[in-house]
């Protein structure tokens, strides 16, 4: 690797370790093993550094989810338990990386500020929703939903997993939501 890719890996270890407010161009030559020097010559600034590392380490994370779930689902499974185990595996990546989606929620404070963040958030909601959608067979609509769900999912989890909803009881929840809406 040569030193800018090595500052872009110190910087995504440094946002899932610290956040994006805590890491400083220090922490992130340090974890490269750079010199502050090569932030300026590659990146001009901490920042831009810290959004390219960002949106590198949130693209890796929904390819990864992506074939997670594309492989973790039995195609003969019905709706409830394709939809129980697609949530079962967005859980288990928040279990795994809650480094990286905290960093995400930090993001949505961050946007409000800085306009490349903003942009980048809102074409990465439009292509989740969009994704989340596709996997669970439902259009744009639904996709928004399911996005939602992620969202309050992930916070629960991230706050207090011993009273976090699992894959089947998102689902049983789901069901019956749909069955009081049809009444």
């Known amino acids: 690797m040569g030193n ?3 500052l ?12 994006y407010a805590r890491t400083t161009a220090r922490d992130i030559a340090a974890a490269a093993g750079t010199s502050l020097a090569a932030i300026g010559y590659h990146f001009k600034t901490t920042e831009a550094l810290l959004n390219a ?3 590198d380490a949130l693209e890796e994370w929904g390819n990864e989810l992506g074939r997670a779930l594309a492989e973790g689902v039995d195609p003969r499974a019905t709706p409830a338990e394709r ?3 697609i949530w079962g595996q967005v859980i288990e990546s ?9 960093a995400q929620f930090e993001l949505v404070t961050l946007a409000q500020n800085l306009p490349e963040l903003r942009e ?3 074409a990465a909601q439009l292509r989740g929703r969009t994704e989340l959608a596709r996997l669970f067979g439902a259009d744009d609509e639904a996709g928004a939903l399911y996005q939602a ?21 998102l689902a049983r929840a789901v069901t019956a939501a749909a069955a009081a809406l049809s009444r």
């Open 53 to 55: 590392a960002l949106f």
């Open 149 to 169: 769900l992620l969202a309050g999912v992930a916070i629960q989890w991230l706050i207090a997993p011993d009273h976090a909803p699992s894959g089947p009881d």
């Open 83 to 85: 939809f129980a185990a």
């Open 120 to 122: 980048f958030a809102g």
């Open 8 to 19: 872009l890996d110190g910087a995504k270890r440094c946002l899932i370790e610290k956040g």
């Open 4 to 6: 800018r890719e090595d």
């Open 94 to 102: 928040i279990v795994v990386r809650p480094g990286l989606w905290t």
